[in-house]
């Protein structure tokens, strides 16, 4: 029929109406909507880390990320039932990431006080051993590059800065950030 385009046309398949993502997450998605908790437990697992690399360099502080990262969560959690799988769900709930620590952000933005530069870097400062092992130059050189890279990401706006987060930090293909960014 005509209502239909040919595959060639179309780069990008279209997105059917329903529940369409063959992924491994799918069967645990559906086993944690019905109440089976030990599946989000293993969604949980999956993703933790990965959801919490995302906040850190969003929000730059190690505990905010822990907090944030149990918000998303538990929104994910509470959501769980309106996820369709029309997308994967690792873009669904970094989709939710990028949300809460976006919010999170500009909360802290508005109620944040100045504070000194050098009281700023201890609390973002990797570990000494940094990139250079037990060689001081190689730690100095390192950390001055990490501070350099840092306090450029952190100027920029929210919304910049997560799409330097997710690219060139965090290796996202631009379609995958399409999808999580939306």
Do not use: C
């Amino acid at each position: 029929p005509s209502s239909i385009a040919p595959a060639s046309r179309s780069t990008a398949p279209a997105t059917p109406p329903g529940p369409v993502v063959p992924h491994p997450d799918l069967e645990l998605v559906h086993r944690a909507i019905t109440g089976d908790r030990p599946a989000f437990e293993d969604l949980y697992r999956r993703y933790v880390k990965k959801i919490y690399n995302l906040v850190y360099r969003m929000v730059g502080s190690a505990l905010e990320a822990e907090e944030v990262t149990q918000e998303v969560f538990y929104q994910a959690y509470r959501a769980l039932p309106s996820f369709q799988g029309r997308s994967q769900f690792y873009t669904w709930i970094f989709r939710i990431g990028t949300n809460i620590a976006l919010q999170h952000v500009k909360k802290q933005a508005r109620k944040r006080k100045e504070l000194p530069f050098e009281e700023v870097l201890e609390t973002q400062l990797p570990p000494t051993g940094f990139g250079g092992g037990s060689n001081p130059e190689k730690v100095a050189e390192s950390r001055a590059f990490y501070l350099a890279l840092e306090r450029a990401v952190n100027a920029l706006p929210p919304n910049q800065r997560v799409v330097m987060i997710l690219g060139p930090i965090q290796g996202h293909s631009y379609e995958q950030m399409a999808g999580i960014l939306g």
